[in-house]
């Protein structure tokens, strides 16, 4: 039997707008709050498109980047300067130069994908402390980061003792490196970022179902570590 829905509450937005505002002002104030409180901030960031709008209004504000560091929840397994990179779309949307280097990166440097996530697994030594926000998106096939339906690797991403692995997902262009299920959930909280009516209904499926393999957003709905706060917009 799984958990208990970790549901804190269910935002839902007519206007995509507004989902960009209330989301940016949780970032904002989990950001204030551990800067005040511990003098730095850690924030995982998903990847794909629904978050650009909200990265670009983070951006507009006075951020202290000294004080920030930052983990994509997952990448595809290439390059930074590669159309399809995660941590090339924070560049573009987020980030200026100054800030690249308090992202822990997860982009390919090597031919072999286990030496990139070891690599990872050693840079996130940093990070002593839990995660102030996650940030993740879903898919309609309910995978959310690189956590995908049935996929090579996914067995170990929910369940080992380990930070980042790699995964093969079928049907995706690139291998992926995705933080391990306890690493998202070692957060103080975790915003999950649903757009379209599709996607509702996909996570009202979610909700409503126990297996994770087949839908893995599960294991992030149904498990009573960290509150989950759930935002939708109808487009
Ligand atoms: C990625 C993401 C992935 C994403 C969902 C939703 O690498 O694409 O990490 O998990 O959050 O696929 O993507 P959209 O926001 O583009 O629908």
């Not at 300067?81 to 200026?96: A, H, K, Y």
């Not at 940093?126 to 959310?144: F, K, N, P, S, Y």
């Not at 391990?180 to 379209?196: M, Q, V």
Request: aromatic share 6%; net charge negative.
């Amino acid at each position: 039997m799984l958990g208990a829905a970790a549901i804190a509450s269910e935002c839902r937005f007519a206007q995509p707008r507004d989902l960009t505002v209330a989301v940016a002002a949780r970032l904002w104030e989990s950001i204030d709050e551990a800067v005040s409180s511990d003098g730095q901030a850690s924030l995982v960031l998903a990847g794909g498109s629904t978050p650009v709008p909200i990265y670009n209004t983070l951006r507009e504000l006075p951020l202290n980047w000294d004080t920030l560091r930052l983990c994509l929840s997952d990448e595809r397994w290439v390059a930074v300067d590669d159309p399809d990179s995660n941590e090339g779309m924070l560049r573009r949307e987020l980030l200026g130069p100054e800030a690249y280097e308090r992202v822990i990166s997860l982009a390919r440097t090597s031919d072999d994908i286990e030496a990139d996530a070891a690599r990872v697994e050693r840079d996130l030594a940093v990070m002593q402390r839990a995660w102030d926000t996650v940030i993740l998106g879903m898919g309609t096939d309910g995978h959310t980061a690189s956590l995908f339906p049935a996929a090579p690797g996914l067995e170990q991403a929910l369940s080992s003792h380990r930070r980042c692995v790699p995964v093969r997902p079928a049907g995706t262009a690139h291998p992926r490196l995705t933080l391990t299920l306890p690493e998202l959930l070692n957060s103080r909280r975790i915003l999950l970022l649903l757009s379209g009516e599709r996607k509702w209904q996909v996570y009202r499926e979610a909700l409503a179902g126990e297996d994770v393999s087949a839908m893995p957003v599960r294991a992030i709905l149904h498990q009573s570590k960290t509150p989950v706060d759930v935002y939708w917009s109808a487009q």
